[in-house]
């Protein structure tokens, strides 16, 4: 086997250099992102019910709002613990006590709402699925309108990433 050449033993000692170079810069210690809205947790979690209340004030009949389940906590950045863990907050309400012929009109009157104000329309899967998502252009909180397979209907609502609350 022949040696190799001067030149090609500089070329591969720059390249174990410079991949060196990267792959420690890569692993440097990052700043954390900013959560993309000022709120925390909580106060997300209350801006939800407020967004989800009056939405659900718009229907065209009385309905009455329960919880599909306890808010959800999806990670944005960061693991437990951190000091600067972010989240995003979540959490569902079944639209009770209007019946199943008047999800349409719903869907309708909440396509109305959605389409002035600080509010975008940013999904509406209709009528294939009655569902239809807005998003509020000033602090990017999202809501949601769904009818299931079952005809049940419900609003969801959605934060930006908020900074996580200390026990979660």
């Known amino acids: 086997m022949t040696p190799e050449p001067p030149r090609f033993r500089a ?3 720059t390249m174990s250099v410079l991949t060196l170079a990267l792959v ?4 440097a210690d990052r700043e954390a992102p900013e959560p993309e809205s000022d709120l925390n947790q909580p106060q997300a979690e209350e801006r939800i019910e407020e967004y989800v209340d ?3 004030d718009e229907l065209p009949v009385d309905v009455e709002l329960s919880s599909v389940n ?11 613990g951190d000091k ?3 989240v995003q907050v979540r959490h569902s309400f079944w639209v009770d006590g209007a019946p199943e012929d ?3 009109e ?3 009157a ?9 509010w975008e329309i940013t999904r509406d899967d209709r009528p294939e699925t009655l569902q239809i998502e807005a998003t509020n252009r000033e602090d990017r909180f999202r809501v949601k309108f769904l009818v299931g397979q079952d005809g049940r209907p419900s609003l969801s609502g959605y934060s930006p990433c908020v900074r996580a609350d200390e026990g979660s």
Do not use: I, K, Y
């Open 24 to 27: 420690s810069a890569s692993c």
């Open 84 to 86: 600067d863990r972010t």
């Open 110 to 118: 909440l396509h109305a709402l959605w389409q002035t104000g600080d």
């Open 54 to 56: 009056r939405a659900a």
């Open 70 to 80: 306890d808010p959800a906590f999806p990670p944005c950045e960061g693991e437990p």
């Open 102 to 104: 008047r999800n349409e």
């Open 11 to 13: 070329v591969l000692a």
């Open 106 to 108: 719903m869907a309708d």
